[in-house]
């Protein structure tokens, strides 16, 4: 079966810091990946996509900056962080057209 | 129009009350939606597909309306554990993929 890892859990970072997150999936090739973030209170709002290695989209301008180094591995990163980076963040994949799964998420507090 | 609409609510029910909220959606190319459902602090799960004119399962019954473009979520004998936010979801095309667009979600709160 496939499962989707996700870490870390939680994570609090000054502002200026680098940020690293990193999310893999098992049991499936050449998945469709996703970072979405979920500001407090707001919906989920698409950051990055990725169809295959090497290829992403980015869907905002913004602070952050994804990269698939293997085919299920899926990096989320950022050389110095603002307050507004705060956020709940989510990975998923998906094979062609059909529902998202997602990883448990990774709550980042900026301070 | 915004992409994916939804009544945030919260809805209040008492158990056993039959609740259901509707979601808009603004592209008509879209041919299949979800239903996801989102505890506190908690990743989003998916609860339904939907690929035709409705889906059902169990308690939960999912409608579409092409030519209205909604999709409506029926729960029927809520239970205290349904608590949750509802999001409506869309798959939309983009320039080199395919990615889910969600609404903002709708608040449910069962109490006893």
């Known amino acids: 079966s496939q499962t989707i890892h996700q870490w870390p859990a939680t994570l609090v970072q000054p502002v200026g810091s680098p940020l690293s997150l990193e999310c893999t999936v098992e049991?499936?090739?050449?998945?469709?990946l996703y970072w979405y973030r979920q500001a407090a209170g707001r919906g989920l709002q698409l950051l990055f996509y990725?169809?295959?290695?090497?290829?992403i989209s980015s869907e905002v301008p913004q602070n952050l900056s994804a990269s698939r180094p293997q085919d299920r591995q899926f990096i989320l990163s950022s050389k110095k962080l603002l307050l507004s980076d705060s956020g709940f963040y989510l990975c998923a994949w998906s094979i062609m057209n059909t529902e998202a799964f997602f990883g448990q998420g990774t709550r980042l507090t900026v301070v | 129009r915004k992409e994916v609409e939804q009544d945030p609510g919260p809805f209040n029910v008492p158990e056993g009350a039959t609740v259901a909220f509707n979601c808009t959606y603004s592209?008509?190319?879209?041919?299949?939606f979800f239903w996801y459902r989102q505890d506190c602090r908690k990743e989003p799960k998916l609860l339904m597909s939907?690929?035709?004119s409705g889906n059902e399962d169990g308690r939960f019954t999912a409608q579409l309306n092409r030519a209205s473009q909604y999709i409506s979520l029926l729960i029927r004998d809520s239970k205290l554990s349904d608590s949750a936010t509802y999001l409506c979801?869309?798959?939309?095309?983009?320039?080199?993929?395919?990615?889910?667009?969600f609404g903002k979600g709708t608040s449910l709160l069962v109490t006893p």
């Open positions: 979801v869309v798959p939309v095309v983009l320039n080199s993929g395919y990615a889910l667009n």
């Open positions: 939907v690929y035709s």
């Open positions: 592209n008509s190319a879209s041919q299949s």
């Open positions: 990725s169809v295959g290695i090497g290829q």
């Open positions: 049991g499936t090739s050449n998945p469709n």
